[in-house]
């Protein structure tokens, strides 16, 4: 059985972090998220991989190759144009060879024994089957309904309604039987979960509901990316971190010594190569990449550092995602804020908000202050 990840998306949600590379190549940790995926694919057996793509395919080449880096072998499939999920899917399908496939939106982690979620889907008879989780606010899912036997009976994409009550959504991942194709128009965009999902209800066909018992995210925005963060350093996704638990909570990979004088509150993760000041303080959730610099006394609290970010002495960070190469100038404070890569904040600069209308995990928008 191969698989079909859908990595086209051009990543608007994730802005700025996606101005230079596609939302498949956006760190998590030591890896990019679609490294993790292709990761828990192999840990079932999977090792042969369709990557269907469009913005930034070049780079997502380059980056992966054969696949050797992952030990799987990978194909490309690469759209002119976006054709939405049921689109992408079709044009993949055929490296399939008309045998049954395992799909996935190319921004979703999740705790899913797939064996038992295959098991499950040639138990019931599926044409397919789509993975469920639970979530508070259903707004920005497709809902599903479903009968006491797991059988889907409706499937409501994006509802427009904001609830309070926890709601049954599309997980993003689907187990499928070639004969879906067949219900994806030949040209044109299409989408699997407006069109193709629906349609396959309405006619009666076999499409059920496997719950994901474990935790689930999509790592689709600037707020879920910082909540998939601290889900794995709570370690509710067990998703391998790639770094020595010294003591409880901190997690520190090769070559990132820490000095006696450095105050540390876990939970922390510091990747190699990175230098931590005397008398800085590293408080819980914070997220620091490989070769980064914290000065002397600086205090970084619930916050993720891409690799080789500078933050100065003295400076102060709180909820705050800093694309690689950032610097922040020494004294300078700043709350809830994204920083593009590459980008410089001055000395002393206090909790600057942009009105370009960018976001961050707070909605309060995004600071990017070109070194050019």
Aim: hydrophobic residues 40%.
């Amino acid at each position: 059985m191969k698989a079909v990840i859908l990595a086209g998306g051009l990543g608007t949600r994730l802005r700025p972090l996606t101005y230079r590379r596609p939302k498949g190549l956006v760190p998590l940790f030591s890896r990019s998220i679609l490294e993790h995926q292709i990761h828990w694919l192999k840990g079932f057996g999977i090792t042969e991989v369709i990557l269907a793509l469009y913005h930034q395919a070049y780079a997502i080449r380059n980056f992966f190759g054969e696949g050797r880096r992952c030990e799987v072998k990978l194909e490309y499939v690469v759209e002119d144009q976006p054709m939405g999920t049921a689109g992408a899917l079709r044009n993949a399908a055929w490296r399939c060879g008309g045998q049954r496939m395992v799909v996935l939106n190319g921004d979703v982690l999740a705790d899913l024994n797939l064996k038992q979620a295959l098991s499950f889907h040639l138990e019931v008879g599926a044409l397919a089957t789509i993975c469920l989780a639970c979530v508070k606010d259903p707004g920005g899912y497709g809902v599903v309904s479903m009968d006491d036997h797991y059988r889907v009976t409706s499937f409501l994409e994006k509802p427009s309604h904001q609830g309070s009550a926890w709601s049954t959504v599309n997980a993003g991942i689907y187990i499928l039987e070639p004969g879906v194709i067949k219900w994806i128009k030949a040209r044109g965009p299409s989408s699997l979960e407006r069109d193709v999902y629906p349609a396959l209800i309405q006619e009666g066909l076999p499409v059920y509901g496997y719950q994901v018992e474990g935790s689930w995210i999509d790592v689709g925005t600037l707020r879920t990316y910082l909540e998939a963060h601290r889900r794995l350093l709570d370690r509710q996704l067990m998703v391998p971190l790639e770094a020595n638990e010294v003591e409880p909570g901190v997690y520190l990979a090769r070559n990132a010594p820490i000095r006696d004088s450095v105050f540390l509150r876990p939970p922390v993760y510091i990747g190699q190569g990175t230098r931590i000041g005397p008398g800085s303080h590293l408080l819980p959730y914070t997220v620091i990449g490989e070769g980064c610099t914290i000065g002397e006394g600086a205090v970084v609290s619930g916050s993720i550092l891409h690799r080789g970010v500078y933050v100065g002495r003295e400076a102060r960070l709180y909820d705050c995602i800093i694309d690689e190469g950032a610097v922040v100038g020494a004294e300078s404070t700043l709350h809830n804020m994204v920083l593009a890569a590459d980008s410089l904040v001055a000395r002393g600069t206090q909790s600057i908000y942009s009105q370009d209308g960018g976001v961050s995990p707070d909605g309060k928008g995004t600071v990017g202050f070109s070194r050019t």
